[in-house]
């Protein structure tokens, strides 16, 4: 049995009407899955159906703190199971705040898994290019990185990618090639039936995406109903995949892309998706901050 951990960052639930993009995003195996699109009124009636294998619903990442929250504090709470917001005092966008790196690099689930004899990865595939920005601090270390650094594991590269043991942060891989990378893209379902395959042998597989945020921002190449096309067809490959006895998870670190009037990101509860075998572990879940604990229970 293996959890499958997709992280979409900036994806919140909010009503559905003009000001909300997922409305009307092309999101068939979605739709078909939850019987309507990626808006909160489908996850408030989809939580009283009886259905084991299946549990869609919003869950809070506002951390009882005020203000907007973040993704460094925000994603150090999905990874660590900790309240990283009111630790620091406040949301921390982009990047986890130094005083609670170490807390992260120590109790996240990635380390939890593989300090009891499981085997966890990483799924994301990295370019040698993302290194010499990080040692030239161009660039910071995200929580995944942080995480992933914490349980020593291997960092997948642009080899892995290419023969189907890694996923691109976009999917496709188009960024990397954008950015002159020589290799060869691939289709959401490539991708997705890539991601699922690495269940096979590990317990615990942690994928991150970003379009979604970065859509939000204006500043991806893709309008939101693209990324969104993309995402549907890159999870659609994953549960067609998946074997019987796992268990895909998804959730986000705060809202952002369902709001066309939102400058920036908003207070809207993020969605939560378990679909397979242990699904309804996630079924009491209300924050961010209880999924780490239930990765830990279900992956033992």
Known sequence: MALIFVFLDG????PGGPDNPLSDAPTPHLHALLGGPLVLETAQTFYHREVD????KPIDATLGIVGLPQSGTGQTALL????????????????????????LAEQNILRRVAQRGGRATFANAFTPAYWQALAARRIRKSASVIAAEGAGLRFRDLEDLQRGAAVA???????????????????PTQAGTALARLAHDHDLVFYENFLPDLAGHGRAQQTTHEVFALLDSFLGAVMAAQRPQDTLLLSSDHGNIESIASPGHTRNPVPLLAVGAKAAAFDKLISIIEIAGIIDEVTR
């Not at 994806?11 to 909010?14: D, S």
């Not at 942060?169 to 002159?180: P, Q």
């Open 11 to 14: 994806v919140g639930l909010a």
């Open 53 to 56: 294998s299946i549990v869609f």
């Open 80 to 103: 660590a199971g900790v309240n990283a917001a009111a630790l620091h005092g406040r949301h921390q966008p982009h990047v986890p705040p130094v005083a609670l790196r170490q807390l």
């Open 169 to 187: 942060w976009d999917v496709s891989g188009a960024a990397m090639r954008g950015r002159g990378e020589q290799i060869t893209l691939v289709s």
